[in-house]
C-alpha cells in the first residue's frame, strides 16, 4: 500500500440529524444513538458533554452550565451547537486514538419541507464538523429505503416518518416524492401536550424528561386498547405548595391529552392521500400506509390511522433506525439516487 493511500483518511458516515435523537452510521453499523443536545460551559462555551451525558444534566444544571438543544422542529436552531455535537459524536466513532485527522463523506437527512437557509444551515455544520463531500437526503425516501422499498420502481408507497420535530408524509415513487406534507407537530409536541396536560389537571409540575418518560410508559393514541398498560407513577412538584409530589397516571387520560396533536397528523396525511395522483392512488390501496420514527411507537396510532384513511398501516420493523440505515443505504449508492443533494 502506497504512502499516498495510506493516507487517504475519507470517512463516508450517514448521519439522521434528529430533534430528538442523532444516529451515525458508519461501516453499515449504527454505531452512534445519542439525545441531540448538548451541555456546554457558560462563561468559556467549552463543550462539557454531548449525548445521553449531556441529557443526564438536562434541567438539572447550575448557573454555569446549560444544555442546548441544536435542532427545533427538525431543523438547525443553534449552528455552532450543532456544529459541535456533530463534531464530538463522530469521535465516538473510534474506540483509538486518531493520529491523523480524516476528512468525511456523509450524508445526512433532512425534513421535506426544509427552506433554503435550514439546506445551508446543514451543510455549513457538515463541512465545520470536517465533510470534504456533503450530500442530503429527504426523510421519507431515507425511511423509505431503511424499510427495504425498492424507491426505483412505477408504484406509490406512502411513508409516514413521526420523529421528534417534525411528522413527514410522502407518496414515493419512480426515485422521488411525488406529493408530500411536512407539519411541525411530532414528538415534542406530545411531550409538551403531557407536561401541559399534568399541570392543568394534577397541578403537578414536570421537566421533558420525564413527560417522555410518562409517553413511553403510558402513551397513546386511543382511550380503549386491547393490550393497555399498567398505571404509571410520575413524580414532579406541587404548583400550590411547591412541594415533592407524586401522581398516578392512565394511558387514556393521556390518550386524551395527545387527542389534539394527533388530529393534526391525521389532518396532514388525509391531505396528502387527497393530492396523490389516481394511479398511485391505487397502489396505496394496495400496499397501505408505512409508519417510522419514534411516533410509530405510540400504542394504538396505526389502528387509528387505519381507522380513518381505510387502508392498511404497516409499523416498520425497528422504526427508530429506518432513516438512518436508509441513509446509509444511500450513502453507498450516491451515484445511483439523483434524489441526493450534494455539494
Known amino acids: 500500500m502506497g504512502l499516498l493511500s495510506f493516507l ?5 458516515i450517514a448521519i439522521d440529524l434528529g430533534t430528538a435523537n442523532t444516529l451515525i452510521m458508519y461501516k453499515d453499523e449504527v454505531v452512534v444513538d445519542e439525545p441531540s443536545i448538548v451541555a456546554i460551559e457558560r462563561l468559556t462555551g467549552k463543550v462539557i458533554a454531548v449525548g445521553k451525558r449531556a441529557m443526564q444534566m438536562h434541567e438539572k444544571t447550575h448557573e454555569n452550565i446549560r444544555t442546548i438543544r441544536p435542532l427545533k422542529d427538525g431543523v438547525i436552531a443553534d449552528f455552532e451547537a450543532a456544529e459541535n455535537m456533530i463534531r464530538e459524536m463522530i469521535k465516538m466513532l473510534y474506540t483509538n486514538k486518531q493520529w491523523f485527522s480524516p476528512s468525511y463523506k456523509m450524508v445526512i437527512c433532512i425534513p421535506s419541507g426544509i427552506t433554503e437557509v435550514e439546506k445551508k444551515a446543514v451543510f455549513n455544520s457538515a463541512e465545520a464538523a470536517g465533510a470534504k463531500e456533503r450530500y442530503l437526503i429527504h426523510e421519507p425516501m431515507a425511511a423509505a429505503l431503511g424499510i427495504g422499498i425498492d424507491v426505483s420502481e412505477p408504484v406509490g408507497n406512502m411513508v409516514i416518518d413521526i420523529g421528534g420535530g417534525t411528522t413527514e408524509i410522502a407518496v414515493i415513487a419512480l426515485m422521488g416524492i411525488v406529493c408530500d406534507q411536512s407539519i411541525r407537530v411530532a414528538g415534542d409536541e406530545l ?13 403537578l409540575l414536570i421537566g421533558e424528561r420525564t413527560a417522555e418518560a410518562v409517553k413511553i410508559n403510558v402513551g397513546a393514541a386511543l382511550t380503549d386498547l386491547e393490550n393497555p398498560p399498567p398505571d404509571y407513577a410520575v413524580n414532579g412538584r406541587d404548583i400550590m405548595t411547591g412541594i415533592p409530589k407524586q401522581v398516578t397516571v392512565n394511558y387514556a387520560e393521556i390518550a386524551h391529552s395527545l387527542d389534539k396533536s394527533i388530529a393534526k397528523i391525521e389532518e396532514a396525511i388525509l391531505k396528502a392521500l387527497e393530492i396523490t395522483p389516481p394511479e398511485l392512488a391505487a397502489d396505496i390501496y394496495q400496499t397501505g400506509i408505512y409508519l417510522t420514527g419514534g411516533g410509530a411507537l405510540l400504542r394504538g396510532l396505526d389502528k387509528r390511522i387505519s381507522a380513518i384513511t381505510k387502508l392498511k398501516v404497516h409499523v416498520a420493523e425497528d422504526p427508530l433506525r429506518a432513516v438512518v440505515r436508509g441513509t446509509g443505504e444511500a450513502l453507498k449508492n450516491i451515484n445511483k439516487f439523483p434524489f441526493l443533494m450534494g455539494k
Request: glycine share 0%.
Open 8 to 12: 487517504d483518511l475519507t470517512h463516508e
Open 191 to 203: 411531550t409538551h401536550n403531557i407536561m401541559e396536560y399534568l399541570r392543568r389537571e394534577h397541578n
